[in-house]
């Protein structure tokens, strides 16, 4: 399932497992961020964080890009290539340094595979290709005919180093420049089977150009390779796994054989695999999922939408529906549930922002439920920079530490009104997790909701432990109270001398 990778690799098995996407879009440049991560180890592992979803370690085209223009999947900041050694995020050695630190304190690493594309070529080519529609891939648009396209790697700075494979114009099947008129438009690549790859979303008919220079993973070599990168950075770094960027436009059937390869031939046989397949379509992930063979997770685009909608209407949207349409519902031992992403965020081309105002209720859904993977966004942890910063979520760190301490054990819905909704974790006591929480969400009017806690709590002193409403509730001698809410807001209520509701002082 999607947590195994945590419960096996970062020491902390009897605790629930919670993600971090450790960057935003606009993180701070120059190098500086793997040590930043480093210093932040202990405070995150306090916090409840036992995963970090790492930004790209790989060679960009430009060495102050995010990474997602990949270069060269070997150099992890240890070559003189593209501009300088380091990467936007720091040296080979000190990502390594700051991986260490993580697992030294029970928090695993996963990496962000960006295999669709190549970016910054070494030389320009001439190979024989045809121009596509751009709304129908399938319809060719002109006669075959000579192009110029920057499609030579020969990675002069890393040389042979960890492998020989060098890339030309018959690794790829496309790209979408011409050099020799300065013409941009879709160009499928001709050679002999060379075809789009047929295991990727139906977009345009067929979606696997997307950007750049697209990697032609029905290619011996290329498979080959990239497997063996995989195999290789996963015993370099000492990583847990991996995020597999934009997989709607891979073939599957070379991302299974990827998942499958460095399982079965490393020391991480319950690897973690997670692929960003962003589409708002619970049958297409779905689709996706069913025909890999082998388990993998994706991010559950559906929720954050759902998120996005509650945020944008108020008061006039059901609470009730959160839930529908979404992979958390369906399927929730393959989904990675989140509010926001680098994608998402305020500034991106793809942004789908959720309301701020929204953002702590949809927190509390992910975090303190016991189905899905939970991912927390760093731009909402830390705030977000940019033309447009953002303000960190309140007490966001806070909602992750109510997760570690109390969210355990059964689940019981009160779900009977369309703006207040609740819910009780009623704690694991045979695990010595004795105090669970309830809580309740409002996304109208200040409410409250009745619910039972078990008659072994009566007449105990509950608080919310986010502060957010004052006063106590009394539990009541059959185990029942009233536990309020208020308006656009969450509650947290948890036994006031509970273990661990010391770590409440410690707030950001």
Not at 139 to 164: A, H, L, N, V
Request: glycine share 10%; proline share 3%.
């Amino acid at each position: 399932m999607s947590s195994h990778a945590n419960a096996e690799y970062s020491g902390k098995k009897d605790q629930n497992y919670t993600m971090l996407q450790a960057f935003e879009w606009y993180i701070e440049g120059g190098g500086v961020h793997w040590k930043r991560i480093e210093k932040l180890v202990p405070e995150l592992a306090s916090m409840g964080i036992t995963a970090m979803w790492l930004p790209p370690p790989t060679k960009a085209a430009g060495q102050d890009s995010v990474g997602y223009d990949i270069y060269d999947v070997y150099d992890l900041g240890e070559f003189d290539q593209k501009g300088g050694v380091r990467t936007n995020y720091g040296t080979k050695e000190e990502l390594i340094a700051a991986i260490k630190k993580a697992k030294e304190n029970g928090i695993v690493s996963y990496v962000d595979a960006v295999l669709n594309h190549r970016f910054g070529a070494d030389r320009i080519e001439t190979f024989a290709a045809v121009e596509v529609d751009n709304d129908d891939r399938t319809k060719e648009i002109s006669d075959r005919y000579d192009i110029k396209g920057w499609t030579g790697f020969d990675f002069p700075g890393r040389g042979d180093k960890y492998s020989k494979m060098k890339y030309t114009f018959n690794h790829f099947t496309g790209v979408d420049y011409n050099d020799e008129n300065q013409k941009t438009s879709i160009y499928k690549i001709h050679g002999e089977g060379k075809d789009w790859a047929e295991g990727v979303d139906s977009e345009n008919q067929n979606y696997d150009y997307l950007m750049g220079a697209d990697i032609d993973h029905n290619h011996p070599d290329i498979r080959a390779d990239l497997i063996h990168w995989g195999k290789w950075v996963t015993e370099e770094l000492g990583t847990a796994g991996f995020r597999f960027d934009a997989v709607k436009h891979i073939d599957r059937s070379f991302i299974a054989d990827f998942v499958k390869s460095v399982r079965a031939e490393t020391d991480k046989p319950k690897m973690f695999a997670v692929g960003e397949f962003w589409k708002d379509s619970l049958t297409d992930l779905e689709e996706y999922l069913d025909g890999l063979g082998t388990q993998f997770s994706v991010f559950d685009a559906p929720l954050h939408y759902n998120f996005k909608e509650a945020g944008d209407r108020g008061r006039e949207y059901d609470l009730r529906s959160i839930w529908d349409g979404t992979v958390v519902q369906k399927r929730p031992i393959d989904a990675v549930t989140l509010v926001e992403n680098h994608d998402t965020q305020v500034g991106q081309s793809l942004e789908s922002a959720v309301n701020p105002m929204f953002k702590p209720l949809a927190y509390a859904l992910i975090l303190l439920r016991p189905s899905g993977y939970p991912c927390v966004f760093w731009g909402d942890l830390y705030g977000t920079k940019g033309d447009k910063p953002q303000e960190p979520v309140s007490q966001l760190s806070d909602l992750v530490r109510a997760r570690k301490l109390f969210a355990y054990g059964e689940l019981r819905d009160y779900w009977d009104h369309m703006n207040c909704v609740g819910w009780v974790r009623m704690g694991e006591p045979d695990k010595g997790r004795p105090d669970g929480c309830a809580v309740v969400i409002c996304n109208g009017d200040e409410g409250f909701k009745r619910m039972e806690v078990g008659k072994e709590h009566a007449n105990e002193r509950w608080t919310d432990v986010l502060g957010w409403h004052t006063g106590e509730v009394v539990i009541e001698e059959d185990g029942w109270a009233d536990f309020r809410c208020s308006a656009m807001s969450v509650s947290v209520w948890v036994k006031s001398d509970a273990k661990g509701r010391e770590e409440f002082g410690k707030r950001k």
